[in-house]
C-alpha cells in the first residue's frame, strides 16, 4: 500500500526557499517514477519534475533552473528544492508515484502517467 505524506510547505517572500518533502510507508524508491506537481486555485494540475529509476531528472520548462527533485532512497523521502519563489509560484504542491511501472513511462510529466498521489502541502509566495 503506497501512502505519501508531503511537508514543507509555507509562506515565504519572493525570492525566498523552501524545500519540500515526500515521505513513503510502503513504497520501493529508486525502482518506480516518482513526481511533483503543483495545483493553484482555478487551475489544471501542472507537472513540475519526476525522477525516473535511473535516477535522471525531468523538469517543466515553468521551473527548470529554479527548483530541484531529489530523492534519498534510505529514508524512503522524495524532495523538491523551490529556489527564486515569486508569487506564481503560490499553489498546493503535491508529490505522486506511479506504482505500477518501472520506471517513468515515456517520461511523462502529466497526470495521467502517475498512479499515487499525496494530500498536498501549501506554498505561498508573497
Known amino acids: 500500500h503506497v501512502q505519501l505524506v508531503e511537508s514543507g510547505g509555507g509562506s515565504v517572500q519572493v525570492g525566498g526557499t523552501l524545500r519540500l518533502s515526500c515521505e513513503d510507508s510502503?513504497?520501493?524508491?529508486?525502482?518506480?517514477?516518482m513526481g511533483w506537481f503543483r495545483q493553484a486555485p482555478g487551475k489544471g494540475r501542472e507537472g513540475l519534475a519526476l525522477?525516473?529509476?535511473?535516477?535522471?531528472?525531468k523538469y517543466a520548462d515553468s521551473v527548470r533552473g529554479r527548483f530541484i527533485i531529489s530523492q534519498d532512497s534510505a529514508k524512503n523521502t522524495l524532495y523538491l528544492q523551490l529556489n527564486n519563489l515569486q508569487p506564481e509560484d503560490t499553489a498546493m504542491y503535491y508529490c505522486?508515484?506511479?506504482?505500477?511501472?518501472?520506471?517513468?513511462?515515456?517520461?511523462?510529466?502529466?497526470?495521467?502517467?502517475?498512479?499515487?498521489w499525496g494530500q498536498g502541502t501549501q506554498v505561498t509566495v508573497s
Open positions: 505522486a508515484a506511479n506504482s505500477r511501472s518501472l520506471g517513468c513511462p515515456a517520461r511523462a510529466l502529466t497526470v495521467d502517467a502517475f498512479t499515487d
Open positions: 510502503g513504497y520501493t524508491f529508486g525502482a518506480n517514477c
Open positions: 525522477i525516473d529509476s535511473d535516477g535522471a531528472a
